[in-house]
């Protein structure tokens, strides 16, 4: 069975840094690009980052480029989200995504507030 | 950024009735390989997104048949043949083919 179990996720004040992970399991980790989606409550979906299958390639969304980090470790099975200079308006649920086997985890809640 | 435009937003339906989800992206989406990356997801209330079809016309593993989708180019639609309750939430499409990924607003679909 496939599962992306997302992690990291809490309360942080404006500012501030958090590191989400994922851990992947049920599929070939290694053998896909991987993004993380987020959701602002009430809102709709926003592409945050992706991450090709060697991590040689990454690209994000204008609202974090320069505050956000996209990374892997295939070794592990676990792509990971470094966020920093948090703004209230990353407060959002975030997922981690496997777009090319169709695969979403549970998200979870990143809370940027003072 | 490729932009995509869903309608309608809302979409109130008679269980048992059809459904129809119009999606259309600012830019082709059709790739050099001569696919086209145009996704349809589902977001049930309180739940994840799940993927119901791929490249525009795919069903994912387990998706009732139910639900279709066709298009070209530009212009794409979701179809649900008759609606059941568990149907109830919201429907996004997504473009695959260019960076940055984006999403269409989001048409809620609820029961009358």
């Known amino acids: 069975e496939v599962q992306l179990l997302e992690s990291g996720g809490g309360l942080v004040q404006p500012g501030g840094s958090l590191r989400l992970s994922c851990a992947a399991s049920?599929?070939?980790?290694?053998?896909?690009?991987m993004s993380w989606v987020r959701q602002a409550p009430g809102m709709g979906l926003e592409w945050v980052a992706g991450?090709?299958?060697?991590?040689?390639?990454?690209d994000y969304a204008d609202s974090v480029k320069g505050r956000f980090t996209i990374s892997r470790d295939n070794s592990k099975n676990t792509l990971y989200l470094q966020m920093n200079s948090l703004r209230v308006d990353d407060t959002a649920v975030y997922y981690c995504a496997n777009f090319g086997g169709g695969h979403w985890g549970q998200g979870t809640l990143v809370t940027v507030s003072s | 950024e490729i932009v995509m435009t869903q309608t309608p937003l809302s979409s109130p339906v008679t269980l048992g009735q059809p459904a129809s989800i119009s999606c259309r992206s600012s830019?082709?989406?059709?790739?050099?390989?001569?696919?086209?990356?145009l996704s349809w997801l589902q977001q049930r209330p309180g739940q994840p997104p799940r993927l119901l079809i791929y490249e525009i016309s795919n069903r994912f593993s387990g998706v009732p048949d139910r639900f279709s989708g066709s298009g070209a180019g530009t212009d794409f639609t979701l179809k649900i043949s008759r609606v059941e309750a568990e149907d109830v939430g919201v429907y996004y499409c997504?473009?695959?083919?260019?960076?940055?990924?984006?999403f269409g607003q989001g048409t809620k679909v609820e029961i009358k």
């Open positions: 049920g599929f070939t980790f290694s053998s896909y690009d």
């Open positions: 991450i090709s299958t060697d991590g040689s390639l990454r």
């Open positions: 830019q082709s989406l059709v790739q050099s390989n001569g696919k086209t990356y």
């Open positions: 997504m473009q695959g083919a260019h960076f940055p990924r984006t």
